[in-house]
Structures are given as C-alpha cells and as structure tokens.
C-alpha cells in the first residue's frame, strides 16, 4: 500500500523539486520510503508502506532495459501466479514483489495486463518507447487514482492535496460537484470538487501522451448479473463458502504483522471466521464502541472474539467529531460527508498500535443484498407488487389493482424512486439552499448517473437493478473512498477479501430468491452468508436487526445535542463561502432544524471551504 504520483510538463524538463512537494502530501500513505524518477519533462515519485519483500520493492521500478518505469499503489493477490507465467516467458526478475510483476506483465501484454491482475491497484506505467503513460485503476475502484490537466501539464496522484502542489495547475471549485455532495454525500468519479481534476473511474484504464493530451480512455470489465438456478441451496452455501475461504487466504498474503477489523456484524464476523480457521495463530481483532447503546455493537464483536479466541483490542470512543474534523478534511481532499468516516479513523488508529495491515467485511451487502434499503424501503414500497406480503396478498393483489388502481398501485422500479431512497437533500432542498443564480445552471448529474445506471440494469431483476447501482457508485464514491483515506491517514492497510474478482463472480450468478428471504418475521438479505454463520452463531446474533457502522450524530448535533452551538456558529456565524453559495434562510433552517446529516454535510464542507481559502 503507497502513495503515488506523477508530472508531465509540456514546456520544461520536471526537477526533483516538483515532485517533492506532491510525494510530501502523501507521506502518510508511505511512512516507510520514498522514491522519485525523472525522465526529461516527466517524473514519477512514490511513498512506500511495505507490506510484502520489504527490501526489494523499492519504487519507483523499471523494466530489465529500462524502458519502462512504474509507480504502483495496492496489492495484487496472484502476483506468484503470474511471475511464473512471465518467467516461462522468458522474462528476468531482480525482486520479489508485485510490483516487478505487474510492470512487466505491461511490458507482455500491454493495456490488457489489468484484465489479468487480481487484487487492489492504482498504478501508472511511464513507456519510453511509445512516448505515452498508462494508468490503470482496480475492477472496484478500492485504491484511488486522480488526475488533472491544464495548458502547460498534465499530472496524477492517489490523493488531491498532492495535484495542489503542482504549479502550473489552477484549480476552480465545481458547483456541479458540489451539488452531487449534497445530494449524495459524495462526489462520485469522474468529479472531483474542482473542475480540472478527475478520478478515473474503477474498472477503466487510460493512455496519455507526451504532449500532455488524453489518447484514450477504455473501461475493461463491468459487473454484471447471470443467474444461475442450476443448483440447491445447499450447493450455493458450498460454493460460496469456498470462494470467500480461498479469498480470504489469498488476501492473507503479508511479510507484516496483520489482523482484521471486527464490528460485530454479518460480514466482519464472515471474515474472521474463516481467518481463524485458516491461520495458526489467534487473529488480532479490532473493534470501537460507543456509550449510546443504539450505535454500539462491541458485544457482538466480543461474541465473534470469544468464539475463534482471537487476541481482541477494543476502545469505547466518545468521538469528538469537531476535534478531528480539520484532519478528516484535509485528507479527503473535497467535500466527503458520511459521518462513519469518523469511527472508520478511530478503528484505523487503534488497529495500527498493533498491525501495519487489516482485512475488513466491506462490499458484502453490495455483492449479496445486504443493506436495509433493499430489503424495507425498495421491497416494499417500490416493488410492483410489495415484497412484505403474505404468498396469499401477493396473488391477490393484481386483481385489486384493476378494481382499486390507486389504492393497489403496481409499481415500477424508476431512477427517480432510487434517489428518493438514496439522497440526502432533496431536488427541492437544493434548489432552496443555491442561490438562484447558481442553481439555474446546475445539470443534475446525480440524476443523470442514476439513470444512466438504471439503464445499463434494465434487464435485471428489481433487487439487482438497486445492488447494481450502489455496486457503481456507492461502494466505489462512499465506502472504498472513506476506508482507504480514513486508514491511510494512520499508514494502515486494509483489504476486502469480498471484493474480490472471484468472489463477485460467483455473488453475480446466485437467485435473487436465494439471497433475500423472511426470517423472524423480517425480510433479509445476505441470507446465503447467514445461514453460513449459523454453523457458528445462535439466530438472535444473525438476525438481529442491521445496525451500520454509524456514529450518534443526532447526539451530537440535534436539537439538545452537544455541539448545538458549535453547529450554529459554523453553518450562520463563520460564513466562510457559504454567503456566495446559498441562501441565508435555508441555512438557518437548516442550522435551527434537527436533520443532524443535513448539518453535518454543510460542516464539513465549511470547513473544507475555510481551508481552502487559507491555502
């Protein structure tokens, strides 16, 4: 796990001064060694977290004639596999690394080398022959990769405070992008916070010339949904076991000491499990709690412990969410505004006393139907005819619908009906908070995303259309981006032994009827993965209602919260930005209101836009 970064200047050779600056901003990323190659008016530099062949994975790397150099951020689980595949080749290796491996298979097979990698990266490839860099990113978007142009550079990091250092780069705040933050909670790739900067999206590599200009940019696999109803239940819970086993082994791969975060719940405990029956050591587990009893889950991951006897690490926070606010900020680099990246750094910090890498359960409710809002709100108010019903109703129901269309609508699963589901502030609290001015131009591209989405899952079914697009902008815009950054803030690594290409493959071919099901007169999804625990657990541990990783912010922020004034004082009082953006009567609202998500959103980003303007 590192952090990259890389220079093409289009009117003078890059010195190592350039590159300095960007590698400086990512010194957290790579506590363990930096590295920098410069090559005429382009440079490459590289912090270093070793995690594998300690002493011989120094970067940034080349080929064996020096033709190619690469600097590489992640990991790549079938790197052994591969290198003996080059070496039959006839190729030369100087070290043990993935690295090594990775360039090399470039230097094979060109573009399509990502095709055959499995394992988290984001790397950029500098090809002396050809005059022009690659840069790839991972099938799921778990390392990030940004990049940036402008009339005299062209310019690439793994965070955006490092393209703030080049400059001949000018950065404009984007009011597009910022309308997907408030109402996403995120800035889904290509966005980023400012107009010239990009992410470039999972799954998707590009070619760059030396003149600076984008020569192609191709996405090269996509998620995609093929039910198979060839087998029982018993044979799906068989063969998804034995995908995420030999997941979780090859994920296992470290010359460092490890362990795994353990929140208690369906997926960590999945995790754990099959770590402790694996390895021959106790795993080091890691969980956080809290003193509001409806947001701490610490029993359960004392269950889990208790279970396998793992070597357990807890800390029960208070967190001070304001405290640690500035931190949070300047590491997102942009607007990021789910409040669980706060216990995600608190579990991050207690996690690396102890270990330099950690597996986590993230992507499970993704690949198997796990979240709340597929099983309640999309279930049963979207569906065409309400999932929550008895096999009786069910059947009846289409019949009332023709005598009582109103009142027994069949429904249709819409975009629109999604981001009802999904969205923080409405359309209509958007438009209330812009400044007319700026809202009069706004295109609504989280609408359009969504659609868009929904079109490419037309032909699913109605559960997968909803697992389709979180797969696609949720998991990769939220979850990954909130892990990777709230983790590398303490040089930690994580790895999502359920985000794996393997283990996605066989999720996508499993019976919508086989993942979601009713159990204690609820309906569930990840019920494959349940019945898999309930080898181990009792039901009331399994089945109790899903809770999250979520933080009290109502606590914190609502009306009698603790930091009620604080909340007011930066949203009315502090003003920094906001007067040029939106409408004072929609902040005091806003401020006055008891939407704690609503606050904490238009926190962050007063913050972010105080730190900006101090920069």
């Not at 006055?592 to 238009?602: K, P, T």
Request: a negative charge; proline letters at 4%; aromatic letters at 12%.
């Amino acid at each position: 796990m590192c952090g990259i970064a890389g220079l093409l200047l289009k009117d003078r050779f890059v010195v190592e001064k350039d590159l300095v600056n960007m590698s400086n901003q990512l010194a957290h990323r790579g506590p363990d060694g930096s590295g920098a190659f410069l090559y005429e008016h382009i440079g490459f530099a590289h912090r270093r977290l070793s995690i594998i062949d300690l002493e011989g994975g120094k970067q940034p790397l080349s080929n064996t004639e020096g033709t190619l150099w690469i600097t590489f951020n992640g990991e790549i689980y079938n790197y052994l596999e591969l290198r003996k595949d080059l070496i039959g080749l006839g190729y030369h290796f100087k070290t043990q690394s993935d690295t090594e491996v990775v360039v090399h298979c470039y230097e094979e097979w060109g573009p399509a080398c990502v095709e055959r990698l499995r394992g988290m990266f984001a790397f950029a490839v500098l090809d002396i022959k050809n005059k022009e860099l690659f840069l790839a990113r991972d099938h799921f978007g778990i390392k990030p990769l940004i990049y940036a142009a402008s009339e005299s550079a062209f310019c690439f990091a793994s965070e955006l405070q490092a393209l703030k250092e080049v400059s001949d780069l000018k950065l404009s705040i984007d009011t597009e992008a910022l309308n997907l933050y408030l109402q996403l909670q995120y800035i889904p790739a290509p966005f980023t916070i400012y107009k010239e900067a990009k992410k470039l999206p999972p799954a998707h590599w590009m070619r760059v010339g030396f003149n600076g200009a984008i020569l192609e940019m191709r996405r090269y696999w996509k998620w995609s949904f093929h039910e198979s109803e060839a087998k029982t239940e018993a044979e799906w819970m068989e063969g998804l076991e034995a995908v995420i086993k030999e997941s979780v082994n090859a994920h296992l791969v470290s010359d460092v000491p490890f362990g795994a975060f353990l929140s208690g719940g369906i997926d960590s405990s999945v995790i754990v499990s099959y770590m402790a029956q694996h390895m021959q050591v106790p795993v080091k587990t890691f969980s956080i709690g809290f003193e509001n009893e409806d947001f701490n889950e610490l029993q359960y991951a004392e269950t889990v412990a208790k279970r396998w006897g793992t070597e357990h690490f807890t800390e029960v926070v208070e967190p001070d969410a304001l405290g640690i606010l500035p931190q949070l900020v300047r590491h997102y680099g942009e607007p990021f505004g789910d409040s669980s990246a706060i216990p995600t750094w608190y579990v991050s910090r207690l996690a690396r006393r102890h270990v330099t890498m950690v597996l986590t359960g993230d992507a499970g409710d993704e690949l198997l139907a796990g979240y709340r809002s597929y099983t309640e709100k999309w279930s049963r108010y979207v569906q065409p005819v309400p999932e929550h019903l008895s096999g009786f109703k069910k059947c009846l129901y289409p019949y009332l619908n023709i005598v009582y269309p109103l009142k027994f609508p069949l429904r249709a699963a819409s975009p629109e009906n999604w981001l009802r589901i999904v969205q923080y502030f409405s359309a209509a609290e958007r438009a209330g908070l812009w400044k007319k001015e700026i809202a009069e131009h706004l295109t609504e591209q989280g609408d359009l995303m969504v659609r868009e989405l929904f079109q490419e899952a037309a032909s699913y079914r109605h559960f997968q259309k909803a697992q389709y697009v979180d797969f696609n902008s949720y998991l990769p815009g939220d979850v990954l981006t909130k892990v990777d950054i709230a983790s590398m803030m303490h040089s930690l690594e994580t790895r999502t032994p359920l985000l794996d290409i393997k283990v996605a493959a066989f999720a996508s071919s499993i019976p919508q009827s086989i993942l979601i099901g009713k159990k204690v007169k609820h309906w569930h999804g990840k019920m494959l993965l349940k019945k898999l625990l309930g080898g181990y657990f009792s039901e009331d541990f399994i089945y109790r209602p899903k809770m999250g990783f979520a933080v009290p912010v109502s606590d914190w922020f609502g009306k009698n919260g603790k930091s009620r004034n604080e909340i007011r004082e930066r949203i009315l009082d502090r003003q920094v930005g906001f007067s040029d953006l939106f409408n004072r009567k929609a902040l005091e609202d806003i401020a006055e209101g008891e939407h704690a998500g609503h606050q904490w959103l238009l926190i962050f980003l007063q913050e972010w836009l105080s730190q900006t303007q101090r920069n």
